[in-house]
Structures are given as C-alpha cells and as structure tokens.
C-alpha cells in the first residue's frame, strides 16, 4: 500500500475503549466547567529548533487527525486548532486545554499516550519508518508499543482488549505522522523532562484562558 493511501484511509476510532480511557482519567463527579490540562516540560536549554518544531508538528497533526472533522477540515479552521495556553520559563512547560464539557477529552489523553510512549524505544527506532514495508522492523516497533501500553499503571484497570485496541490506534497515528518522527524522537529523548496529564477546576486555569481551545 503506497503512502498516500494509507494517509487517505479513514482513521478507525475504536469509541468504546476511548470512552474507557476517558473513566480512567475523568472522575464521574467532575463539574461541568473543568479542563483537561496537558503539560509537556521541556529543558529550555540550547533547544535544537528543527527537532522542536518537529515535536510541534507530530503534536499538532496527531490532534487534528484525532478531530472530529478530520484533519483536512482541522488545517482550515483556525478556531479549531490547538493551542498553547501557557509557556513557563525556566524549563519550558507547554500546556494545552480541552473543555472537558465540550466531549473531546479523548483526544487530549492520545496526544498524551502517544508522547509519553515515544522516547521509549520509538526513538531508536525511527529507521524503521523511513522502511515501514520490512515486516520485521514493523513487528518489532509494534511489539515495544504493545509493552509499554501493556505495563502502564495508569492503564492496569484497562481490559486487555482495549489496550489492543489503544496501541492499534497509536500504531497508526505514529505511522500518519512519520515524517515528523526522526527528529520528534530525538527531540523527546533529549528535552523532554515529564509529559502530564491532570483534570483542573475553573479556579486553577491558567490566566488569560477561555476554557476551551476552539476560539
């Protein structure tokens, strides 16, 4: 199968081990003003920009193929698109917000997932996308990614059959924003302190910010 079509192919969202994942970390009583944060702390030193914009690149293109819409419909619609909502300095934190109300959580903690997954192995890996054909590079990409969602604490209450069908999705969101991955890798490994994730009240939002991230 050639390249294009598999960035043409429907993405297939597995809607019930989403809604799973949303009960792991969104508490049933949340109230309806609540956000879900995710920060990204970075080393703020001698950043390597081309790496850095990478990252921002797998970042922004895994989000927007996770849109309901779809990624096309995404790159045109700017109130749509994802927003950084706070930079710290020191080390650099990057924070993103989704309105928990607005029902888009899941595509927050994938974003999550996918980055707290990539340094591990995934970096010494990127070769592999640049060959995603050679079967054996393939399974054994695969069979990290399997592990690392398998061992998760966070994801031990997870049936075993939803974390396949997790690691299936991830699978292909790395696989649609390969070109990115070399340099978002190296960039992860060597930056990236913590990947986190956290519901927030209205109370402790970030000054400044809407509430959500669509305009």
């Not at 995710?38 to 850095?52: C, K, W």
């Not at 700017?78 to 917000?97: D, M, V, W």
């Not at 990127?126 to 054994?140: C, F, I, P, T, W």
Request: glycine share 6%.
């Amino acid at each position: 199968m050639g390249w294009n079509n598999i960035e043409e192919r429907r993405l297939e969202i597995p809607r019930r081990a989403l809604s799973e994942l949303e009960d792991l970390f969104i508490p049933k009583d949340v109230s309806s003003d609540s956000t879900l944060c995710l920060s990204v702390i970075i080393e703020d030193f001698e950043v390597n920009l081309p790496e850095f914009a990478a990252y921002l690149g797998l970042i922004d293109s895994t989000y927007g193929r996770l849109s309901p819409r779809g990624i096309n419909a995404y790159s045109m619609r700017r109130e749509e698109q994802l927003k950084i909502y706070e930079f710290r300095h020191g080390s650099l934190a990057l924070k993103f917000i989704e309105d928990i109300a607005i029902g888009h959580s899941f595509q927050l903690l994938l974003l999550y997932l996918l980055l707290k997954y990539l340094p591990i192995g995934l970096e010494k890996l990127s070769v592999a996308y640049k060959n995603y054909e050679e079967g054996r590079l393939l399974g054994l990409r695969r069979k990290i990614l399997r592990r690392q969602i398998r061992e998760d604490s966070e994801l031990s209450e997870l049936p075993e059959a939803r974390k396949k069908q997790l690691s299936i999705l991830i699978d292909e969101l790395l696989l649609r924003g390969r070109r990115f991955l070399p340099k978002a890798s190296r960039f992860a490994g060597k930056y990236v302190r913590h990947v986190k994730i956290k519901v927030i009240s209205n109370s402790e939002k970030v000054p400044g910010e809407k509430g959500d991230n669509h305009g």
